[in-house]
């Protein structure tokens, strides 16, 4: 099928369709190790609103660790679904009003028509199609955990030890050759200045937020009648079950 093949074309741009992520220098990527930092980070991201933080989730200790692990999984955490959140949301405006001309199967069949909403369309995809989306997606997952091994020259230090926020591994490592990193391919960003890319990284930071309440909005005004009144008229009512992507398959 050709599903994971769209998938990887689109994965990148979507979200940089909002704001591209910083790849650069430690500076600019670093994790905010500490509450200070963080305090000092939310005032630069949102000034009116400032630190807030009532569930006192940065002293929580996850897993029995310290301060500085706590914080890099939840800076972490909170770019990657801000990501995934700016792809949703650009996919579901572009799935609402383009459709696919070519084939989406190796059988002939076509992407699902703009008829449907986009949590239709996923119900309408066959059972093999979005394992394999599934899988590709996992694997996107697994790789970006990676870590080097002691004593290695070479490698990304882990988020939750120090290493930068947000950062995906090259492939350059890969033994079968890649020619395109995941993000920035065509390494535009490489001249930036380490102002400029911090001021992206901020940024994309409130790009992730606005994209979580935009997505699911779409799906609240969705799947509960009128409780976005803006998208009364916008969007298609869905009975499924948004939570469940292989419901419509068992």
Known sequence: M?????????????????????????????????????????????PVVGYYEPLGLTDAGFWGKDQEFTIGWLRQAEVKHGRVAMAAFVGYVVQSN??????????????PAMDLSPPEQWDALPFAAKLQIIAFVGFLEWYSELTPAKGAT??????????????????DSIPH??????????????????????????AEINNGRLAMLGIFGFLS????????????DIVKPYTGEVMSPFEANF
């Open 221 to 232: 005004a969705q799947t509960i009648p009128g409780s976005v009144p803006t998208l009364v």
């Open 98 to 111: 383009f459709h696919w001309p070519w084939a989406m199967t190796l059988g002939g069949d076509s992407f």
């Open 2 to 46: 050709k599903t994971v093949a769209i998938l990887a074309s689109i994965m990148a741009p979507a979200a940089m369709a909002f704001t591209a992520p910083s790849q650069g220098t430690r500076v600019e990527s670093r994790l905010a190790e500490s509450k200070s930092d963080l305090e000092a980070l939310a005032k630069g991201l949102n």
């Open 154 to 171: 070479g490698g990304q230090v882990h988020y939750t030890k120090g290493g930068p926020v947000g950062k995906y591994p090259t492939f």
């Open 177 to 202: 050759g890649v020619p395109f990193n995941l993000y920035d391919p065509f390494n535009f960003s490489g001249g930036m200045s380490d102002e400029t890319k911090e001021k992206r990284l901020r």
